[in-house]
């Protein structure tokens, strides 16, 4: 059974890893926030503007509580997931976490270009989105560092993991397509 499950603030990387380790791995790649809104059949920012934060950390929820029944998978959760409802304790039971560290900098340079989707961040100028990010990373590096692997800048690319990966579960996978 191959469950990796790429966790970090938005923007970090985690769908555009995801989504190349999963290939790398032969397994299904899966989008939480892509997911939530194909059942939902709204945008995340429809949800957040319909439900709330609450509703939505609810969909979250229930879409990780979903997960125990499949196999294998690299997910990519949203940026909030591990952050609520005893989540980060729940992803740890369920697969391999990996936890996609950046600084607050970084992330606000990364993220200053999409703002809109993000409904947390939308209007925010780029001063005010450092010190949002500052704040909320603070609080939520916590849950994050509970995660089985915490992962270094250099350990953020789909060969690097792949290594770590069939390091720490060496028979757990379907040989690689060529
Ligand atoms: C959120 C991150 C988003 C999305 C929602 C809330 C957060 O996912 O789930 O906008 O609370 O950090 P990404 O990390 O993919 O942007």
Redesign the pocket.
Known sequence: MTRIILI?????G??TLGKKLAKRLNVPFI???KE?EAIQQRT??EI?GEHG?SG?REM?AEFISSLELKDDFVL??????P?FNNAMAQLNKIGSTFYLERSAKELAHRLAHSKT????IVGLSDEDLLTFIEE?LSV?SEFYKKASVILTREEQTPDELEKLIRLLQPHSHSPQKS
């Open positions: 970090g603030f938005m923007g970090c985690k769908s989008d939480s926030d939530i995340i920012g957040f934060e939505f979250e990519a959760t949203g940026g909030g997931t952050c989707k993000r409904p947390l909320k939520r």
